[in-house]
């Protein structure tokens, strides 16, 4: 049976998981990433981010595009290895 909040599909987080963690005082991005991995599935955090950080500025009182969106690391968008190497490696 599929879950009705989840927030992050890569991961399954739901809303309420996520809310827990931004009472308990994590309030960026970055935080709930090494928490809960939101962000670090296939979709690098297309899915998730926009939600993620429109519930922290509800959490924090900050206008959304103050809220911190976390650090994208390269690769955004997964690519296969053979892209990366010469020819002939």
Not at 6 to 20: A, L, N, T
Not at 30 to 50: A, F, S, T, W
Not at 69 to 78: H, L, N
Request: glycine share 8%; with cysteine.
């Amino acid at each position: 049976m599929a879950k009705a909040n989840v927030i992050c599909r890569c991961e399954e987080i739901e809303i309420d998981e996520i809310r827990k963690w931004i009472a308990a005082g994590y309030t960026e991005f970055d935080e709930l990433k090494r928490i809960l991995r939101v962000g670090m599935g296939p979709c690098q955090g297309r899915g998730c981010r926009d939600i993620i950080l429109r519930e922290l500025s509800k959490a924090t009182g900050k206008p959304v595009d103050e809220v911190r969106p976390g650090v994208i690391r390269p690769p955004v968008k997964p690519i296969k290895a053979k892209l990366l190497a010469e020819e002939g490696e």
